[in-house]
């Protein structure tokens, strides 16, 4: 079974510091893996994926990640935090089998707070 | 037209009530779901339908009970809700990569979600 965790439900960072959210992935095989982020009272957003081109992989709001294999690790960053990426974020993981029809696994999510 | 879009946004109703959510997407999307987020939680799937077909139920109770009447429509009818039943629910799509099964190695595009109240 496919799973993932997120190390730290609650982060913490300045305006203009390093976001590092964390995620580590648990499967059989090469998985599917992404990031989403959810705003108060919204849906969630795709930020970006990893379906196995290059592992470092850039998506929207000037976020990155990079899947480590060897660390079983897809790691959320940006450089330089801005007031309005304060919210949720979600890492998921999809089995590539056709048995799995589609379903993606969420983490627990990580709260991202933005001090001024 | 890159949106999926849920109505109502919130919906209150009682534990006698029969009412339905719906969730509309015009992206030529052949795989959607329903999800379930309680506050301060991950999503958790309800439903897959890939190709108008139901192809997963989550064990879900049968007071939910899903319809995809064609390829950009999505319903969620709902009867006998008890409070906890409370939750934000949100349908999502994705396209289909392969014949038979979704494997939405794109990502869902998720909507903005029902938030229902069960009094």
């Known amino acids: 079974a496919q799973s993932v965790t997120q190390l730290g439900s609650h982060v913490s960072v300045s305006e203009g510091a390093l976001v590092l959210l964390r995620c580590n992935y648990s499967?059989?095989?090469?998985?599917?893996l992404f990031w989403y982020v959810q705003y108060p009272n919204q849906g969630l957003q795709l930020l970006l994926k990893?379906?196995?081109?290059?592992?470092l992989v850039k998506g929207i709001n000037g976020f990155e990640a990079e899947f480590k294999k060897s660390e079983t690790s897809f790691h959320l960053t940006k450089p330089s935090a801005h007031m309005s990426d304060a919210a949720e974020y979600f890492c998921?993981?999809?089995?590539?089998?056709?048995?799995?029809?589609?379903?993606?696994?969420f983490g627990d999510g990580t709260t991202l707070t933005v001090k001024p | 037209d890159t949106e999926v879009t849920q109505t109502p946004k919130h919906l209150v109703m009682g534990m006698t009530n029969k009412k339905s959510l719906k969730c509309e997407q015009h992206m030529g999307h052949r795989a959607m779901y329903w999800y379930k987020q309680k506050a301060k939680k991950p999503p958790e799937l309800m439903f897959v339908y890939s190709y108008e077909k139901l192809s997963i139920n989550e064990s879900v109770p049968s007071r939910f009970s899903p319809e995809c009447p064609n390829s950009s429509l999505l319903n969620l009818h709902l009867h006998a809700l008890q409070p906890e039943d409370s939750a934000l629910y949100l349908c999502?799509?994705?396209?289909?990569?392969?014949?038979?099964?979704?494997?939405?190695?794109?990502?869902?595009?998720f909507g903005s979600g029902t938030r229902l109240t069960v009094v």
């Open positions: 998921a993981v999809s089995d590539r089998r056709r048995t799995n029809a589609g379903k993606s696994t």
């Open positions: 990893y379906t196995s081109a290059a592992t």
């Open positions: 999502a799509s994705s396209p289909i990569n392969g014949q038979k099964s979704p494997r939405p190695l794109h990502g869902y595009t």
């Open positions: 499967s059989s095989v090469p998985p599917y």
